[in-house]
């Protein structure tokens, strides 16, 4: 199934949410974002749709290399610590939510409508890769 034929209103939601987030955050950290969701996400897909992207948006591999060790890496500025860490609370949300002392970092290295983008882009990226990893689990199914 082509799920944006399918369901044409859905995916274009989920384009508009990940264009407000471009229109908030540097290319860069969304590239980050995007990439540490779907690795965290099992998305194999959209690790090498974003890690190809980023490259040729001038990322340096080496770093792309470390968004799945990004804590113990030494590449990554305090911003996108910040980011990163945000990007895995709310792609492992639990059942209490962002915790209070991330918030508080978070909103204090971004202005409300980076805040905005960047909730927004970890959002969409995590829309994708579910829709992403099921159907590459159905299809995986269908095969064998």
Known sequence: MNFAKVAPEVYQSLLQIDGFAHKHLDPALAHLIKLRASVLNNCAFCVDMHSTDAIKAGE?????????????????????????????????????????????????????????????????????????????????????
């Not at 609370?89 to 508080?104: F, I, K």
């Open 60 to 144: 340096n591999p080496q770093r792309l290399f470390a968004v799945s060790v990004w804590r113990e890496s030494r590449f990554f500025t305090d911003t996108e610590r910040v980011a990163l860490e945000f990007t895995d609370a709310v792609t492992r949300l639990g059942e209490h939510g962002v915790p209070d002392e991330l918030w508080e970092k978070v909103t204090a290295t971004f202005d409300e409508q980076q805040v905005a983008g960047l909730l927004a882009q970890v959002v969409a990226i995590n829309a994708f890769n579910r829709i992403g990893v099921t159907m590459d689990s159905a299809t995986e199914r269908h095969l064998r």
